[in-house]
């Protein structure tokens, strides 16, 4: 892999209490949505590499739970959980957010897939309690298992389109 | 009861995403945390008149979850839940708040028990995402609701005391 390759997401603080993300994708809008909502494809790049992810719960429905179980490499395991508020194939998802690890510190997040033809926009915005839930995980290391996470993502569309 | 014992709570907008409530009760603080984080005591106040409250689950320590279903006279039922931020007893308990009804609008709550001897002030602020979603909140007929409910708590306290 080149370092063109090694795309990193774009993200910024708008406001006091959120986080935008950007992030393209070579792949059409359908198979980028599809790799979010589609249990048996969450396994194959969510979560930084050396992670297994294992999906416990993913009702994709509004009203839906979901809930990841997290595998790392030395046999640690975390969970991440929430609750579908939107699920608008192929252009929205609003869910919320909260890792175990934090119980209570829920976030809410939007994610929305702009289609650019052969390639695709995800747009995700997340919405904070307070700005320093916010600023929390920001220093939480995000950044870099986000970026981690999304070219597992591009390996991943790569190799279904 | 005569109308001086109707007391209602105080609910103000201090900011554009929270509500604050202020109570007072006639019982020591000991007392009223208890009505708060003990399971057998909610059903006996939890709700407007005419409803019975179910604990499903009450895990009152952080990182617990909570869910109760509400009965209705008419035989309707619906639910809420939320998991413990926090729990300092006799002093305050945080947590999340999720009607099932409208999934993925979780607000934060705050309460907190001052000991003022024979009474307790109890001050519940709520956080929620928006300004929309807050007022969506003020509009659900909430105020009349929790008047009703602590009510409820005035006479179960007053059978404790």
Redesign the interface.
């Known amino acids: 892999m080149t370092a063109a390759e090694l795309k990193t997401a774009t993200v910024t603080t708008p406001t006091d209490r959120t986080i935008h993300i950007e992030r393209e994708f070579d792949a059409p809008r359908d198979l980028v949505f599809a790799t979010f909502t589609n249990p048996d494809l969450i396994p194959e790049w969510w979560g930084p590499r050396g992670t297994t992810t294992e999906v416990d719960v993913m009702d994709v429905r509004?009203?839906?739970d979901w809930r990841f179980i997290a595998h790392d490499a030395d046999g640690t395991q975390t969970a991440f959980r929430?609750?579908?508020?939107?699920v608008t194939p192929p252009e929205r998802v609003?869910?919320?957010f909260?890792w175990?690890g934090m119980?209570?510190?829920?976030s809410?997040e939007t994610a929305t897939f702009e289609d650019l033809g052969d390639r695709t926009k995800v747009t995700t915005v997340g919405?904070y309690?307070?700005t320093e839930e916010r600023d929390g995980m920001l220093g939480s290391g995000m950044e870099g298992g986000m970026n981690e996470t999304f070219q597992r993502l591009d390996e991943l569309l790569a190799r279904l389109v």
């Open positions: 509004t009203g839906g929430g609750t579908y508020r939107e609003v869910q919320t909260e175990e119980p209570g510190y829920v809410l919405v309690y307070s």
